[in-house]
């Protein structure tokens, strides 16, 4: 954290309350370990107070939540209070000077003991991220501030700690070995339990490699929090049954032994529904009705309902921790549940672990779909336990050694490199060194597993290293041709494995064939040569084809695998053919994510940079993007296309400079890098290739329009021409794609988005159909048909969300947001920008907090809450990617808020040249409206023409920057800027097209900034009984809502727009600060002018700042004073 100059940070100030100072000395030691377990600092300590700065507003909120919660679990005498502000601050030797810590200290002075209160810019910055709820206290007076502060109060909960009142499950097992180490990643743990308790849903997944202690931890973890007071269920996986939802059965046995009577008789809708799962339900609740028969769908959903209603039941008592094992094993079912409880119903104070072997080879497609899924929510944390350090290995060495000769550190040491750590591993090793000599370590584990395999006979160990090399289950058949057994050497084989112990039999109309341990697998595949394992592969890959002749879609990235291993033996041809099919096939089914790692896998075996090579690479390109790997893809991108070019074939160059265009647009890159790679393979590659021609034409043009270009538009219209007559149906799918950057009218694009939609169902691309009706919906808010756009935005959000593409849940949730803030649901809107902003979080590449910030700023100035955003709109505005829309954002937030000379300066910053400074990109609508919304606040009547004609391109529309957000109907604002420099019937036609634009949208929100609007134009014309009666329209329409942008009668015009004859006000003052300035010389308070001129006492209170500074008046008597010397009061 920046300790000199001016930094932006996150003060908390704990207040000592009543008679507990003496005892803060005593606690430092408490409040710092609190604090730094979250990246806090405490800068100074006094008897009544503790001052703290955190990087981040989130994580300064969930250390304030840990320690209220911590005093309250240790019953502590010490009552603290504490405030919380963010903003920019001085430092100086070490302590920091600024409003936030005046602020947070008057917020920590003003609130009960046990409390923590925030001020608005730390709970729009925290968000949801600190896992806490917060409650509105509303806009309140803080002594030595001018300005009232917008507080939250945060919800630290209950103490929860109880006496657990239910047995720790039997289920989770009790081991005799010590538990050492996994100290950072229990600390994981407990913040997620902290967040649980405060009424979160908390997801942890604990992955690493098989042995690794995953288990062990969940385990020790739900021992301690059941020692505090939790719940704890627990439910397995079973390798060999893998049952319909098997761990969920034995969760429901135990809540059905242990929940009232009372609660169970509750819930007996959902019990009956669970009766298909458990029989013995009906045991425990008596008169179980019977269910109607339904679809197998429906059965499916009131299962999923009947077990989160259990679930919640029991962390209605308690907060409950629920241990899932093994989900490496899980069946589709029980991965159901877990997505069901993460994201459609998630319960209240429940905190889920679960454990899963993270290799390639235990992580099937079921679990790599299901992590894939949770990762985009902010409540799901991943932990990947790797090799206990050296400390950890010492300590279990030492124990394992009791009375042992020898130098147990030594001894340790060894152990650690020769396991890397894995605790099962360590445990082994030690227990097969011979404990009265102490005798050095073997070379490795692999001696003691290579003895069982010895003692086998040769046809059971052939076998043996066939299914140790398969990694997966290996079916019957395909082993007995891979390892050349016939029927009865094969059954021998077998029984003499299994009767081993060393493999599994999983029963089956084939039964089929694995390890009980990873472990032991390596062990045998170990001592292998390169050689042998190479031709293993060789033989399994032809046993695979040969078993599944028919139809090879199901085994495909097996096949891949298996040939890339044996490459350098003669797999290496099939290997590319297989893997560009398995790549084929993700691209149609959308398993990227599996496709994605076959490709990994067969490049891995093929180094070099070949034809082959690079074919693969352009799929590997393209798979990552539609996974949402961006920043991989656009690496692999610029390598593949140096490879490419150092061939000197043009053809591959061009068709990874198309998928890189491609990822460029996803991530929203508008820099030259990409232009000149699609130049560079345009001037090399000639008119010969028609086809990629045109497409990389249609690239150049979107590459160039995200570039601000102003001939970007024709190019992408004349690819499409081009495209049209060529009759491909892949390079017009692409031209058309593109063109909806174009600046062709609406009707034009929503005909081409049902042509899109249509192409790409023939070409069978779900991913590339999903951008015609993204697209469709955006054009659809264009032309305010916003039940349309409502309609298909459902339709879209479904796919979006089972087929898994992270892309278009982000952008159904920014439509969502768009479309609840045009119908003035402003926190189902706020709601719908969160959720957006954590799958953007989560996913690399995608601009979510951009487009969060564009959403949020249009939520709070319908709601007159800008105040709220302008520190963090002047902290975007210096961030140099944005300023661009920033600058004018923030221009418009200080004119609103009437400081305007701080707007004018930035709006003239960015004024000169028709605006130059702003690029014509993708988000130039959101800047054209701020500016336009400050030209008018700021009387710019000289850019009021430039800002018109800039408008007119957008006319009979609803001005919509990219997929971010909408600002209403643009004639609108070309209707206002039109009164303003005196063409009346202008304005009068162009807001009667705004007026007809909203009503057939349906948007109470448009509908009452027209009236507003209207309300201005009259005020200004002299028409008062007119203005007042369209204010009083705008008023009835937008105060329902919450949407105070429109409670302030328009008189801002009139005031601007004086005849010169009246006088200006002295001084420099604007005529609203002379406004406010009458109000103080008749003694009104900032409360009070805030209601007699309808605006916030923020605003008042900055009017007033700014009157004392351009008066150099002292204080409020003094301005009153020099007013009636003045003239400015009224009969003065």
């Known amino acids: 954290m920046t300790h000199s100059g001016t930094a932006t940070t996150t003060v908390v100030y704990a207040d000592v309350e009543g008679g507990t100072g003496g005892m803060i000395q005593e606690s430092t030691d408490l409040l710092r370990a609190v604090f730094s377990r979250f990246g806090g600092e405490i800068l100074e300590t006094a008897d009544d107070a503790v001052v703290a700065v955190f990087a981040a507003a989130s994580d300064a909120v969930a250390a304030a939540v840990a320690l209220q919660r911590r005093l309250a679990h240790e019953r502590s005498p010490l009552q603290l209070a504490l405030g919380i502000d963010a ?12 409003q936030p810590t005046v602020v947070a200290r008057r917020l920590a002075t003003g609130a009960p003991p046990g409390r923590v209160q925030v001020s608005s810019v730390v709970r729009l910055m925290a968000g949801s991220r600190a896992g806490a709820s917060y409650r509105h206290l509303g806009t309140i007076a803080l002594d030595g501030l001018d300005a009232a502060v917008d507080a939250f109060d945060v919800d630290c909960g209950d103490d929860p700690v109880t006496e657990a009142a239910w047995p720790f499950p039997a289920t989770l097992p009790v081991s005799d070995r010590p538990f050492v180490g996994r100290r950072d990643e229990s600390a994981v743990l407990r913040r997620a339990w902290q967040r649980t308790v405060a009424g979160g849903n908390e997801i942890v997944l604990i992955g690493g490699e098989a042995g690794a202690g995953k288990t062990r931890l969940a385990t020790e973890t739900a021992r301690e929090l059941h020692a505090s007071g939790a719940i704890v269920l627990s439910g397995l996986n079973d390798s060999e049954l893998s049952l319909p939802y098997q761990p969920w059965v034995m969760v429901i046995d135990q809540l059905l032994h242990h929940l009232p009577p009372a609660v169970l008789q509750d819930l007996s809708t959902e019990l009956a529904a669970l009766r298909v799962l458990d029989a013995r339900i009906e045991r425990h609740v008596a008169g179980l009705g019977r269910l109607d028969p339904v679809e197998p769908e429906a059965q499916r959903h009131l299962v999923l309902q009947g077990l989160a209603a259990l679930l919640a039941a029991a962390a209605g008592i308690a907060p409950t921790v629920l241990v899932l094992d093994d989900l490496h094993w899980a069946g589709q079912q029980t991965l159901d549940v877990l997505r069901y409880v993460a994201r459609t119903a998630p319960v209240g104070q429940l905190l889920v672990i679960g454990t899963f072997r993270d290799t390639s080879d235990a992580a099937g497609a079921r679990l790599s779909a299901t992590l894939a899924d949770l990762r985009r929510f902010e409540r799901t944390t991943r932990v990947k336990l790797t090799g206990l350090d050296l400390e950890s290995v010492l300590e279990l060495v030492a124990a394992s050694r009791s009375g042992a000769n020898g130098d147990i550190a030594e001894l340790a040491a060894v152990v650690a490199r020769r396991t890397g750590g894995n605790p099962f591993l360590v445990w082994e090793l030690c227990a097969h060194l011979d404990e009265s000599t102490g005798a050095p370590v073997p070379d490795s584990v692999i001696e003691v597993v290579g003895a069982r395999t010895r003692r086998l006979s040769p046809a059971a160990r052939t076998a043996a290293e066939v299914i140790a090399v398969a990694a997966n289950r290996v079916p019957l058949t395909v082993l007995g ?12 084989a077998i029984t003499e494995l299994v009767d081993s112990g060393l493999v599994d039999e999983v029963t089956g109309p084939v039964p089929e064939y694995q390890y009980a341990h990873a472990l032991l697998r390596d062990a045998v595949v170990a001592p292998l040569s390169g050689p042998s ?81 690079i074919d693969l690479a352009i799929d590997l390109i393209d798979l990552l993007q539609r996974s949402g790997h961006h920043l991989e893809s656009l690496a692999v991108g610029r390598s593949t296309f140096g490879d490419a070019r150092a061939m000197g074939d043009v053809a591959r160059q061009a068709e990874v400079a198309l998928q890189c265009e491609r990822v460029n647009h996803l991530a929203g890159g508008g820099g030259p890098e990409i232009n000149e790679m699609l130049e560079l393979v345009l001037a090399e590659m000639g008119d010969g290739d028609e086809r990629t021609h045109v497409r990389l034409r249609s690239a150049l043009g979107r590459a160039r329009s995200l570039a ?66 993204a697209n469709r919906i955006r054009v659809l808010l264009v032309m305010g048909r916003l039940a349309e756009a409502e309609a298909e935005l459902r339709a879209h959000r479904d796919v979006a969300y089972r087929h898994r593409f992270f892309l278009f849940q982000f952008m159904s949730c920014v439509l969502e947001s768009v479309l609840h803030l045009a119908a003035g649901a402003f926190e189902q809107a706020e709601a719908a920008a969160e959720e957006a902003e954590a799958i953007g979080l989560s996913d690399e590449g995608l601009s979510g907090s951009g487009i969060y910030g564009l959403l949020m700023f249009s939520i709070r100035r319908e709601q007159g809450r800008l105040e709220e955003m302008r520190p963090v709109l002047l902290l975007l505005a210096r961030a140099g990617q944005h300023a661009a829309v920033w600058a004018p954002g923030a221009a418009l937030a200080a004119a609103e808020l009437g400081l305007l000379d701080e707007a004018r300066s930035s709006f003239d910053a960015v004024a000169p040249d028709r605006f130059s400074a702003v690029p014509r990109d993708n988000v130039w609508p959101a800047a054209l409206t701020f500016l336009s919304e400050t030209a008018l606040l700021l009387d710019a009547r000289e850019q009021a023409e430039e800002l018109i004609d800039e408008l007119a391109p957008y006319r009979g529309q609803a001005l919509m920057a990219g997929f971010t957000t909408s600002f209403g109907p643009t004639d609108r604002l070309r209707s206002a800027l039109s009164e303003l420099i005196g063409r009346p019937d202008d304005a009068d036609r162009l807001l ?34 007119g203005a007042a009666r369209h204010h009083e329209a705008a008023s009835r329409l937008g105060e329902p809502l919450g949407m105070a942008a429109v409670r302030e009668p328009a008189a801002v015009a009139v005031r601007d727009r004086r005849s010169p004859a009246t006088g200006a006000p002295p001084g420099g003052l604007s005529p609203r600060e002379a406004d406010v300035l009458a109000l103080i010389a008749q003694g009104c308070t900032n409360r009070e002018i805030a209601e007699r001129l309808l605006i916030s006492p923020n605003t008042a209170a900055n009017h007033v700042r700014s009157i004392l500074q351009k008066t150099g008046c002292a204080n409020r008597a003094e301005a009153a004073a020099q007013s009636v010397r003045s003239a400015l009061l009224p009969g003065g």
């Open 87 to 98: 903003g920019d601050v001085s430092w100086d030797h070490g302590s920091c000077f600024g």
């Open 708 to 773: 601000g270009d102003d001939g970007a538009d024709a190019l992408m219209e004349s690819a499409l021409h081009e495209a049209r007559e060529l009759g491909d149906e892949g390079a017009l799918a692409l031209a058309i794609e593109v063109s909806f950057l174009g600046s062709q009218g609406p009707e034009v694009q929503l005909a081409r988005s049902y042509e899109l939609e249509k192409l790409t169902t023939s070409l069978r691309d779900p991913w590339a159909t999903m951008w015609a009706t």
């Open 533 to 613: 394992r190479m031709h293993l592969h060789l033989d399994l890959a032809r046993a695979i084809e040969r078993a599944h002749e028919a139809d090879r879609r199901s085994v495909l990235p097996e096949l891949a695998r298996h040939y890339a291993a044996s490459a350098a033996v003669g797999g290496r041809d099939k290997a590319v053919y297989y893997g560009a099919r398995a790549a084929a096939q993700a691209r149609q089914t959308a398993a990227y994510d599996e496709g994605v790692s076959v490709l990994r896998t067969v490049l891995d075996a093929m180094p070099g940079s070949g034809p082959d090579q």
């Open 481 to 492: 041709d891979a390892a050349a057994l016939d029927g009865g050497e094969l059954a021998t």
């Open 992 to 1025: 009667g097209a705004a007026r007809e634009l909203a009503a057939r949208a349906g948007s109470p929100v448009w509908m009452a900034r027209v009236e507003h609007t209207q309300s201005w134009i009259l005020a200004g014309r002299g028409d008062a009984v």
